[in-house]
């Protein structure tokens, strides 16, 4: 149905997911000035490469995807899909903060939010807290605090909220 739909959608890699760029089906062309990951058979289902920057209606946007799974050894023990790489690795993070150092960005797109801004409403409560790796949320609070920018938007939390420029959808 959503190939056959008359939009484009552009997603950012998340968690519970393989990174477009391990799936041998996805190819990569440039997208409103950045790299994308799709398939042939669904050309209108673009995934960003973690850190390119996109230009969307006159705003530079910068992607950041991963995020870490709490439910990880829930999934593992059921035999359910869990990927090494679901967070980025030391070479995504280091193109990011490149491309960050050398250009101006309006918008920021992550996953995950920096931690600092953490809905911790939304925490599950079965889930240990101090069992869940923060490392890439930690990570976002370094960008976020040496990066000038009009907005964020991030989703993982499940949650519609706004604080002050971070927007979680």
Same mark, same amino acid.
């Given at each position: 149905?959503? @190939? ?21 089906? #996805?190819?990569? @062309? ?31 946007? *910068? ?6 799974? $709490?439910?990880? #050894? ?24 490149? /491309? ?16 600092? #801004?953490?809905? *911790? ?5 079965? *889930?240990?807290?101090?069992? $869940? ?8 609070? /370094? *960008?976020?605090? &040496?990066?000038?920018? @009009? ?9 519609? @909220?706004? &604080? ?6």
């Amino acid at each position: 149905k959503l @190939k056959s739909a008359p939009i484009t959608l552009f997603c950012i890699h998340g968690n519970h997911e393989m990174r477009p760029s391990t799936i041998e089906s #996805y190819k990569e @062309k440039e997208w409103n000035g950045g790299i994308v990951y799709y398939e042939e058979e669904f050309p209108n289902i673009l995934f960003a490469k973690d850190g390119e920057i996109y230009n969307i209606e006159g705003l530079r946007h *910068i992607a950041i995807g991963g995020a870490y799974s $709490v439910d990880k #050894y829930y999934r593992l023990m059921r035999g359910f899909g869990w990927w090494q790489d679901e967070q980025p690795g030391e070479d995504i993070k280091a193109y990011v903060e490149s /491309q960050l150092a050398s250009n101006p960005i309006d918008i920021i797109l992550s996953h995950t939010c920096p931690f600092k #801004y953490e809905p *911790i409403e939304m925490f599950l409560s079965g *889930i240990d807290q101090s069992t $869940v790796d923060t490392s890439t949320e930690h990570w976002l609070d /370094q *960008i976020e605090e &040496t990066t000038d920018y @009009k907005a964020w938007y991030c989703g993982h939390w499940h949650i519609d @909220k706004r &604080t002050e420029r971070m927007h979680f959808l």
